[in-house]
């Protein structure tokens, strides 16, 4: 089965610019997350959906970071304005459930460099 | 809350070398414990998990056992290989993952 797709791979922007990132999850698994994984750190879970429903958003800076998942499927995630301290790997993950006995699957990760 | 604490790295190892990584946790109730292994420019692989007390998760050589006493999954090879190099993430689960900090390892030939 194919894994879970991200694009781009690497991305350097501007302070205060604005960065999308993309999705796509395996093809049938309901449950997508977006983490974030600061240099040295272990992955921070910024938002989770379920189908295209927002389970858990608690830790996403909402003021700069929006997501979404039309049609419950792809994903998007979005910074803006971005700061120097945005710089990190942002990882994609899906799952059939929204549980850990369904297992995740994660994607390569999308490197951002804010400078 | 739930939480993970990593043993901090970077570990070298030399080939053949026998490797533990150290994982606490802190948790409600009974999560599934899990290691993660990140190879360089890739994503994250679950490597093994353990699912209840004193379960043994076992993959590719490595083990960790879920010990309830103690609230660790220490992660353990016997002979560590050149292609073990990289980063290794303890994790706990639930309906959200909890990551360590991750350690490093890197095997020298």
């Known amino acids: 089965e194919a894994g879970v797709a991200q694009s781009p791979r690497y991305k350097i922007i501007e302070k205060r610019q604005s960065v999308a990132f993309w999705c796509n999850p395996i093809s049938g698994h309901a449950t997508l997350y977006w983490y974030q994984q600061i240099l040295g750190q272990g992955p921070k879970l910024l938002i989770q959906?379920?189908?295209?429903?927002?389970?858990?958003d608690s830790q996403l800076p909402k003021d700069r970071f929006s997501a979404e998942r039309l049609k419950g499927v792809d994903s998007t995630l979005k910074i803006q304005p971005a700061k120097l301290e945005d710089s990190a790997v942002y990882l994609c993950a899906s799952s059939l459930g929204g549980h850990q006995d369904y297992g995740y699957t994660f994607g390569s990760g999308t490197r951002l460099t804010v400078v | 809350g739930n939480s993970v604490t990593q043993m901090e790295g970077p570990v070298t190892l030399s080939e053949e070398a026998f490797l533990t990584i150290n994982c606490t946790y802190t948790?409600?109730?009974?999560?599934?414990l899990f290691w993660y292994v990140q190879y360089p420019g890739e994503g994250l692989q679950l490597l093994l998990k353990a699912t209840k007390a004193d379960d043994k998760g076992s993959n590719k050589g490595f083990e960790a056992t879920y010990r309830k006493e103690t609230t660790s999954f220490h992660l353990e090879k016997g002979s560590v290989q050149v292609s073990d190099s990289a980063v290794y993430f303890c994790?706990?689960?639930?309906?959200?993952?909890?990551f360590g900090t991750g350690t490093s390892l890197t095997v020298i030939p």
């Open positions: 959906f379920q189908n295209n429903g927002v389970v858990d």
């Open positions: 948790a409600t109730g009974y999560p599934s």
């Open positions: 994790a706990l689960g639930g309906n959200q993952f909890y």
